[in-house]
């Protein structure tokens, strides 16, 4: 059983738009990860969220980190078609172990 | 160049032979993980190692041995393959000085198929 559930699993837009994805769990997490992996590449890690209610923005994405540290999101505006790949969000469950989501597959059509 | 590699990229074999999957990292860290990826399914962890000295179980470790051969080299056997075990096979690194954050650093992965 998978702690973190990812919606939706998978969303294709136009370029210009933009998207969001959630990570819900009902266990709390010292921190949450988001990574991006693409076609026959390892996934390589966006963000790290620490803090309730954090927020961090990275050019274009912003992510969110739930107030109760059980949930996150990731927003993407003005979605280009180098966003597109399989997002995933891994939370820690202690130092050295993470669980990870199934998964986001984003397509972003030019 | 890669700070984690992984060889091979790709591999076919028939059920019942023995597999090694081999990871090296330039990366300093002391500690290694190898997970197996299914669509829908996400990555699942198989074995963890801390040190050299210390190996770890993983979520699904069952029909699975690993190998630290150096705090550099990490491999993951499949003693017997059989064809649940065609996956993506990913093996990543961890400073373990980084405290609860536990950032991980992927390879490219290895493509198992077994027939």
């Known amino acids: 059983t998978q702690l973190l559930e990812q919606s939706p699993q998978f969303l294709s837009i136009q370029e210009g738009e933009n998207l969001t994805v959630y990570c819900n769990s009902s266990?709390?997490?010292?921190?949450l990860q988001w990574y991006r992996q693409e076609p026959g590449e390892g996934p390589v890690l966006l963000v790290t969220?620490?803090?309730?209610?954090e927020v961090k923005k990275l050019k274009r994405l912003t992510f969110q980190f739930g107030d109760a540290r059980k949930d996150s999101s990731l927003h993407i505006t003005a979605a280009q078609p180098g966003d597109t790949g399989l997002y995933l969000c891994a939370g820690a469950v202690d130092d050295y172990k993470l669980s990870f989501g199934a998964g986001t597959t984003v397509t972003v059509r030019a | 160049d890669a700070d984690v590699t992984q060889t091979p990229r790709n591999r076919i074999t028939k059920t019942g032979k023995r597999i090694m999957l081999e990871c090296s990292q330039t990366?300093?860290?002391?500690?290694m993980y190898w997970y197996r990826q299914d669509p829908g399914l996400g990555l699942r962890l198989i074995y963890y190692?801390?040190?050299?000295?210390?190996?770890n179980k993983g979520e699904i470790s069952d029909g699975y041995s690993v190998s630290r051969q150096a705090q550099a080299k990490f491999s993951l056997s499949l003693e017997s393959a059989i064809p649940n075990q065609t996956a993506l096979y990913f093996c990543?690194?961890?400073?373990?000085?980084?405290?609860?954050?536990?950032?991980?650093?992927f390879g490219p992965g290895t493509r198992l198929t077994v027939l």
């Open positions: 190692s801390f040190d050299v000295k210390d190996i």
């Open positions: 990366k300093g860290h002391d500690r």
């Open positions: 990543a690194t961890s400073d373990g000085t980084s405290g609860l954050y536990n950032e991980q650093f």
């Open positions: 969220v620490v803090t309730g209610g």
């Open positions: 266990s709390v997490f010292s921190s």
